[in-house]
C-alpha cells in the first residue's frame, strides 16, 4: 500500500485466501492505531464494528491496576480487530492506492543476477511456475520466511525464552476492557474484545506443559487453567464459547539481518517476539512504515541502497533493544507480581520510543489516499 501511494510498481503475493482468518492476538498498540489513522484504513476498520478500548486491566496480586488508554489526537483509544477485517481493508487499500494482489499464489524461490542480487521470485502456479523479476523483494511471510532461508538472513539476537497459548472466542465479556493476569507463577490468561461482540481469551504456559498437557487436548487443557483461577473461572461464568480452540507452541524471539542486495525482510519474517507482547501486528505496521519509506527515498530520490536500508534497520534494531527484554521477562512466566509490573513499566517505556519515533523526522508523512 505505502510503496504503490509512493509511485512503485507492487505485486504482493499470498497463499491465503482473501479474506481468510489467521491466529492472532488481535491487539494493536497506540502506535498501530496511529499508523492505520495516518494511512487513512482507521475509520473502515470502526466501520466494521470494531469495538475501541480506553482501559486495560493489568493483575499481578493485590488490586488490579487499571490505565486509562483513552489516546490523544486521532488516537482515540485501542483497537482489536479480527483478522478477517483487518487484513482485508488492507488488501482492499493497497489496491486501491495501487499495487497488484494475488491471493493462492506462492514464492517457490527466488532468483539471482550473476553477481548474487536478488532479482526476482519464482511463483508456483501449481503446474508450472513463473519467474517475475523485481528490483526488491520484500519477505513478509512470518517466522519461518521462505524469503529469509533463501537469501541466507543472520540471526542478530536469538531468545529461548518464549510462552505457548491456547486461544478461543467467548461472547458476554465487557468490549472496552483489555485485561491481563499474571498472579500465579507459571501461567497468563487475558482477555482482548473484537468485532462481533467477541473477546480473545488466551491463556499462557510453558512450552513444555504445553507439549505434556495441550498437545492434542486444548480444550482440556484450556479447561483445566481455567478451573484452577478462581478469577478467571467467575470471569468466563455465564459466557458462550463461539467456535473451537486454537493453540501455539512457543517460538523463540529473533532478530535477523534486515535487507541484503535486492532483498529486505519485514514484520516476523525479520523481526519476531512472544504473543504475550500482543505486538507483532504494531511490529509489522512499523516496520512496513520504516521500510517503505526508506524504498522509496532509493528508487524514487536515488538515494543511496545500503544507506537507506540501513537506517531502516538501525531504527527496527534500535525498538527491538527495547522491546525485547521486558516481553523475554514476561514470557518466562515466572515472575512475581512486582517483577511482573516492573516488567509491564519497562515495556511501557519502550513503546513510548516506539510513539516519538513516528512522530519524529524519521519517518516521512505518506502521501494522501488515493
Known amino acids: 500500500m505505502l510503496l504503490a501511494r509512493g509511485g512503485l510498481r507492487v505485486l504482493a503475493v499470498d497463499r491465503s485466501a482473501y479474506g481468510s482468518d489467521t491466529l492472532s492476538t488481535h491487539s494493536l498498540s497506540k502506535s498501530g492505531v496511529l499508523l492505520l489513522s495516518r494511512w487513512g484504513v482507521l475509520d473502515r476498520v470502526k466501520a466494521a464494528g470494531t469495538p475501541v478500548t480506553r482501559t486495560v486491566e493489568f493483575r499481578y496480586g ?55 542480487r536478488v532479482n526476482g521470485v519464482e511463483l508456483n502456479l501449481g503446474t508450472s511456475t513463473r519467474r517475475i523479476g523485481a528490483r526488491f523483494v520484500l519477505g513478509a511471510d512470518g517466522g519461518r520466511s521462505r524469503v529469509a532461508a533463501a537469501v541466507g538472513a543472520r540471526t542478530i539476537v536469538e531468545d529461548p ?76 461464568r455465564g459466557t458462550e464459547r463461539v467456535g473451537g480452540f486454537r493453540g501455539a507452541p512457543g517460538h523463540p524471539g529473533f532478530l535477523r539481518q534486515a535487507h541484503g542486495p535486492g532483498w529486505a525482510l519485514v514484520g516476523d519474517a525479520g523481526y519476531y517476539k512472544d504473543p504475550v507482547s500482543a505486538h507483532g501486528i ?66 511501557n517505556e519502550a513503546l513510548k520510543s516506539e510513539w516519538q519515533l513516528l512522530h519524529s523526522d524519521a519517518v516521512a508523512q505518506p502521501a494522501a489516499v488515493c
Not at 88 to 107: F, Q, T
Request: aromatic share 6%; with cysteine.
Open 62 to 116: 493485590g488490586d488490579p491496576v487499571r490505565i486509562d488508554v483513552s489516546g490523544e489526537g486521532d488516537v482515540d483509544g485501542l483497537y482489536s480487530p479480527r483478522r478477517t477485517v483487518l487484513d482485508v481493508e488492507l488488501v482492499d487499500e493497497a489496491r486501491r492506492s495501487g499495487a497488484e494482489i494475488c491471493h493462492g499464489v506462492s514464492v517457490a524461490g527466488l532468483s539471482f543476477d550473476p553477481t548474487g
Open 161 to 236: 525464552s518464549c510462552s505457548a497459548f491456547i486461544f478461543s472466542y467467548r461472547t458476554g465479556l465487557a468490549d472496552d476492557l483489555i485485561q491481563n493476569d499474571y498472579e500465579v507463577r507459571g501461567r497468563a490468561f487475558g482477555v482482548i474484545p473484537t468485532n462481533d461482540g467477541l473477546a480473545c481469551v488466551w491463556v499462557a504456559m510453558s512450552p513444555q506443559r504445553f507439549r505434556t498437557e495441550a498437545r492434542g487436548n486444548l480444550e482440556g487443557a484450556f479447561a483445566a487453567e481455567v478451573d484452577s483461577s478462581e478469577k478467571m473461572t467467575e470471569l468466563l
Open 282 to 347: 504494531t511490529d509489522a505496521f512499523v516496520g512496513a512504515e520504516l521500510l517503505s519509506s526508506s524504498l522509496i527515498d532509493v528508487i524514487n530520490d536515488g538515494a543511496p541502497e545500503q544507506e537507506a536500508l540501513a537506517r531502516f534497520q538501525m531504527h527496527r534494531d534500535a525498538l527491538a533493544a527495547t522491546l525485547m527484554p521486558p516481553v523475554a521477562a514476561l514470557a518466562r512466566l515466572d515472575l512475581d507480581g512486582p517483577a511482573s509490573a516492573m516488567a509491564f513499566r519497562q515495556l
